[in-house]
């Protein structure tokens, strides 16, 4: 393949779709393309042209968010992005990992009016129902991973989760931790989502709604300063814990917390 | 005191179960009052005065208005001095105007 060949294929959209958001990605290099695609590569199949969402070299200094701006943007150390009604613009994105943390974020904004949001969560998948564990860096999601049978872990790191053919279903993502797995496109109803804390003992506790809401917001990756979006995200927040089982699971960081939450 | 205290309009919030949950979008915290801040909080609006907020707490524990009144006063200190309520604009009126 030639230069005009390479450049001609680089400046093609790649399709993926995430949580059943559709993005054309349209990156300028046949580099940082061909990460793209070995990153999101289990997220290509049946995608189709989505948002679009067009990648350039330059830095732009202008994309501090602001409050009444109807438009959202966001700085991330060299590289930021900007979406409005025709699709979004990365800027500064000189690597695959900023193309990933980018994608996370406008994740938020696009999931938010479909009713879904990313949390810091591992999610496992059981008898075809999905346990999504969440808590703080450190709290046991990584634990919980290793735990689980090979090809069960939906995630280890970021859960994206939304409301969609009925109920909450909890979606593969391509964002993953210690496991750096690809990840896979699929998705299962939520069966239910536990905060994890580590103890002496196998135990899960419910929690009221004010308790869980209190241990999730944390948790739930959301970066707009819009006071509206925020007003959003909460009464998402309170759908949701009215709607899945929520519980706090203490654990041993040992195979037998099985025992306590499937039983 | 501000008579006519009301909600920061830069926060978002939602009653769960009684008590407000509040979150300031410009750094992430999250504020949880109890029931009877969330009461004050739920009726500052900007039109109720303080005198009326006093009225709906007196009436929702059954306790004197004085005592009332000494609750709500240290609670709308306490939430001011948070940015959680601010002062009106109805309260730059100035009398008469």
């Known amino acids: 393949m030639g230069p005009q060949a390479s450049a001609q294929g680089s400046l093609r959209p790649l399709n993926i779709s995430i949580g059943r958001v559709p993005l054309s990605l349209v990156i300028p290099g046949p580099h940082l393309r061909e990460k793209a695609l070995t990153r999101y590569r289990e997220f290509t199949a049946n995608s189709e042209a989505g948002l679009p969402v067009v990648l350039r070299t330059d830095a732009q200094s202008d994309a501090r968010p602001v409050h009444d701006d109807p438009n959202f943007s966001y700085v991330l150390d060299d590289a930021s992005l900007r979406l409005d009604s025709s699709g979004a613009e990365f800027h500064g994105v000189r690597h695959e990992y900023a193309l990933d943390s980018l994608i996370r974020i406008l994740l938020t904004m696009v999931l938010l009016p479909q009713r879904g949001f990313l949390l810091h969560a591992a999610t496992v998948v059981r008898e075809g129902r999905a346990y999504v564990f969440t808590g703080r860096s450190g709290a046991g999601k990584s634990t919980v991973a290793s735990l689980s049978p090979a090809g069960t872990v939906l995630t280890d790191e970021i859960s994206l989760l939304r409301f969609s053919e009925g109920c909450w279903q909890a979606y593969g993502t391509p964002f993953w931790g210690e496991f750096r797995a690809a990840g896979q496109n699929e998705h299962y109803p939520i069966a239910g989502i536990y905060t994890l804390v580590q103890s002496a003992e196998d135990r899960v506790e419910s929690l009221t709604k004010k308790e869980i809401i209190r241990a999730l917001l944390p948790c739930v990756l959301f970066f707009t300063p819009s006071v509206e979006a925020n007003q959003d995200m909460l009464r998402l927040m309170l759908q949701f814990v009215t709607q899945v089982p929520c519980y706090r699971l203490h654990f041993r960081r040992d195979y037998g917390f099985w025992n306590v939450v499937a039983a | ?97």
């Open chain 2, 1 to 97: 005191m501000n008579p006519f205290p009301e909600r920061n309009p830069k926060l978002a919030w939602r009653e769960i179960d009684g008590e407000a949950v509040i979150i300031s979008p410009e750094d992430s915290h999250v504020h949880e009052l109890n029931e009877t801040a969330s009461l004050i909080w739920t009726n500052a609006d900007g039109k109720h005065s303080v005198d009326e907020i006093v009225g709906v707490i007196a009436a929702r524990y059954e306790v004197p208005l004085v005592e009332a009144k000494a609750d709500v006063d240290e609670l709308i200190e306490v939430l001011s001095a948070k940015g959680l309520l601010v002062a009106s604009k109805r309260a730059e009126v100035p009398a008469g105007a």
